[in-house]
């Protein structure tokens, strides 16, 4: 965008959050009057559309999360912290991938401030012709909340090995919780 | 946007990109000082969350058949150019048909990076026998764009059992891209 002059004020091409505005105030009392707005004020005077994508937050780690077995019970393998910015839907996307010893297999859980909110299958490590550090995918676990404006959500996905063996172990890795907040 | 009078002064309800607004900048540690930018600059300040591009490639028909050993066999592609950067979320899936008790596993990969797979799905079982059908699971990635980059998005497909061989079909990759 072009900088320009227009008589003895100057003008930019990029606008500042703590820029003001002269706007007329005619809200008390029928007397106009002049004040300043910031420009984040300003902005939320603007009309959104009525449904939109407010916010995205990817949270993956593709290392692996280190051995678990069955002694371990529930672990959390993954978390993201995500506040509301305006009140919506949160959808939760969250899943792993593991690699095994023997047979081992795992299922996966989806927590939301401390709550358990969705189970996956257990899935079975089929290692007939794989054998051991086969790498495995797990179920996809979807979940959708109402959300408040400014509140803070704690969103944790965990595993748990549930074979029969205490000997057999799994390795969660690429572990990721996607959350995106829907406004309407 | 209610149109009125000011001091005699009209408000415009539609605005154009070149109106100037007056600003007091005070950016700077000095006295403020005014200022002009144009509707365009004070318009990008606005978040205007959009889904910019939506790419949905689907084969309802078989791919070949592979088997075991078989390198993975791409069984769907698609590229996508991100309009403006954002947020790719890319859903893929695919169904097969197998011979004898085979089993299958697919997989994503965007720029011939594997990046996710689906658990071994097992192959039918003796009452079901050949020519049975099966579905698959959903895979889903989220990824980080750069604006006018181009993205090779592949679902490809694995046998895993010894003997038998398989099929897919219904094969479905889903791209969107958020900005918000």
Excluded at chain 2, 7 to 22: E, K, N, R, V, Y
Aim: charged share 15%; proline share 4%; glycine share 8%.
């Amino acid at each position: 965008m072009a900088d320009k002059q227009t008589n003895e004020l100057v003008t930019i091409p990029i606008l500042s959050t703590n820029d003001l505005f002269n706007i007329f105030d005619i809200t008390e009392g029928g007397s106009e009057k002049i004040k300043k707005v910031d420009a984040i004020d300003l902005i939320s005077y603007f009309q959104l559309p009525a449904n939109y994508i407010r916010k995205v937050t990817i949270q993956e780690t593709v290392s692996s999360y280190g051995v678990i077995s069955r002694l371990d019970g529930k672990v959390v393998i993954q978390t993201s912290v995500v506040t509301s910015q305006e009140g919506g839907i949160f959808r939760i996307d969250a899943g792993s991938e593991f690699e095994v010893t023997g047979t081992a297999e795992m299922q996966l859980f989806l927590n939301i401030n401390a709550a358990q909110v969705r189970m996956g299958d257990v899935v079975l490590a089929d290692n007939q012709s794989y054998g051991n550090s086969t790498p495995y995918g797990a179920d996809m676990l979807l979940y959708m909340i109402n959300t408040t404006p400014s509140t803070i959500y704690t969103i944790q996905l965990l595993a748990e090995v549930t074979n029969a063996s205490i000997g057999w172990t799994a390795n969660p890795f690429r572990r990721f919780i996607y959350t995106t907040e829907y406004v309407y | 946007m209610a149109h009125k009078e000011v001091d005699g002064l009209s408000t415009i309800p539609a605005l154009s990109g070149g109106d100037l607004f007056p600003v007091y900048d005070v950016s700077e540690a000095v006295p403020e000082r005014l200022k002009k930018i144009t509707a365009d600059s004070l318009i990008s300040y606005v978040p205007i969350p959009t889904i910019t591009i939506c790419s949905y490639q689907q084969t309802l028909g078989y791919s070949a058949s592979f088997i075991q050993f078989d390198p993975p066999l791409v069984i769907e592609s698609d590229t996508v150019v991100s309009q403006s950067g954002g947020v790719f979320r890319i859903f893929a899936f695919s169904e097969f048909e197998g011979v004898g008790s085979g089993e299958v596993r697919f997989q994503l990969a965007v720029d011939s990076v594997d990046v996710r797979w689906t658990n071994v799905q097992p192959y039918g079982n003796a009452s079901q026998g050949n020519a049975s059908l099966f579905g698959e699971g959903t895979m889903i990635y989220m990824m980080n764009t750069i604006q006018g980059v181009s993205y090779d998005i592949e679902l490809t497909a694995t046998f895993t059992d010894i003997t038998w061989s398989a099929q897919a079909f219904n094969r479905n990759l889903f791209t969107c891209e958020y900005v918000y």
